[in-house]
């Protein structure tokens, strides 16, 4: 007897085999991003909806992304046909569209605070966006995100434009990874507040190639809102000017930093307010490293009360 003849593989058209492929995978598919197109993928999208609130300093939001709240749960033969896009734990679909318009003669680096708000005005979440060199009569247009919101936050509905800081591109702190043309970049942390006593960090790395000696303290210029000088402010040596305990106390000695390393000072005040006198406010200091240094100008939000006062430490070298 002959063995039983084996079936002949089947070939199948290129084109056929395509179709196949594609309805075998349905139902596994996961897509990192937005699908486009007139796809399940797009069509899951929160539409973007446009804003007419005024600008805030040349900011505004243009266009806000609010996922509504799904009406019902797929049923499992739903679930089976549709094409997700996974989203990570930290997204929560809300953006906001803005632009940001410089109005002014020379080119500007913004510094937005943006709010993330219910519909009772309640923040859940607040984000700092940096718009570096906005040239004169120019407009930039970028996107915001919340970040990760709270587990159980309300609905965000709206996003705002909350505060404006801007400056000159030209003496705006260096970005992380970017040194200056001086090869000396300065910035300011974060800050920290109790009982009324402030105080904000300065570092001066070397970033450049060259070493670099300090011996003394930073120059600071005091300006208000329009940049122009604060007057009535007294600027003093030693953070003990203020208060003990801050770090910033210590004498002014002459030292050098090589290529890669850093020297800190800080600023220390406190925030008292006396019954009928009027609070000063400081939104920006102008800080050049010493005489002669290119000017780099901060937005600390100095609250000075009516003290009328403001420490800064000596340059000292940073800690390893």
């Known amino acids: 007897m002959r063995p039983p003849r084996r079936p002949r593989p089947v070939r199948l058209l290129p084109a056929v085999a395509a179709v196949l492929l594609l309805a075998t995978a349905c139902g596994t598919e996961r897509a990192g991003g937005d699908l486009g197109g007139d796809g399940v993928g797009a069509a899951s ?7 007419t609130a005024p600008p805030v300093d040349g900011v505004r939001v243009t266009a806000v992304t609010i996922p509504s709240a799904p009406s019902s749960t797929p049923t499992p033969s739903e ?25 002014g003669t020379e080119a500007l680096t913004y510094s937005v605070l943006f709010d993330f708000t219910t519909s ?3 923040v859940m979440s607040n984000q700092w966006v940096t718009v570096r060199d906005v040239g004169a009569g120019k407009t930039v247009r970028g996107t915001v995100e919340p970040g990760a919101l709270a587990p159980g936050a309300s609905p965000v509905t ?4 909350a505060e404006v800081r801007k400056v000159p591109a030209a003496e705006a702190p260096a970005q992380a990874g970017v040194c200056p043309s001086s090869g000396i970049r300065v910035t300011a ?13 300065l570092r001066l790395e070397n ?4 070493d670099y000696t300090l011996d003394g303290y930073p120059r600071l210029t005091l300006l208000d809102e329009d940049r122009e000088p604060v007057e009535g402010v007294r600027i003093l040596h030693g953070g ?19 290529p890669g390393e850093s020297a800190v000072s800080g600023l220390v005040w406190r925030n008292t307010t006396e019954a009928g006198r009027d609070p000063v406010n400081v939104p920006y200091v102008r800080i ?33």
Not at 45 to 51: F, G, I, L, S
């Open 45 to 51: 999208r929160a539409p973007r909806t446009p804003v």
């Open 79 to 103: 679930s089976d046909r549709i094409v997700h896009a996974d989203r990570p734990a930290d997204d929560s679909g809300v953006s906001a569209a803005y632009e940001v318009t410089n109005d």
């Open 120 to 122: 009772a005005g309640e």
């Open 158 to 161: 709206t996003v705002k434009v």
């Open 189 to 201: 942390d974060d800050g920290d507040a109790a009982m009324g006593l402030r105080v904000v960090g």
């Open 207 to 210: 970033c450049g190639t060259r």
């Open 240 to 258: 003990d000017s203020i208060t003990t305990g801050t770090g910033l106390d210590d004498p002014p000695r002459a030292f050098t930093l090589e």
């Open 288 to 320: 050049r490293a010493q005489s002669g240094a290119a000017p780099v100008t901060i937005t600390p939000r100095l609250d000075l009360g009516t003290t009328g006062r403001l420490g800064v430490g000596a340059w000292k070298p940073a800690e390893r």
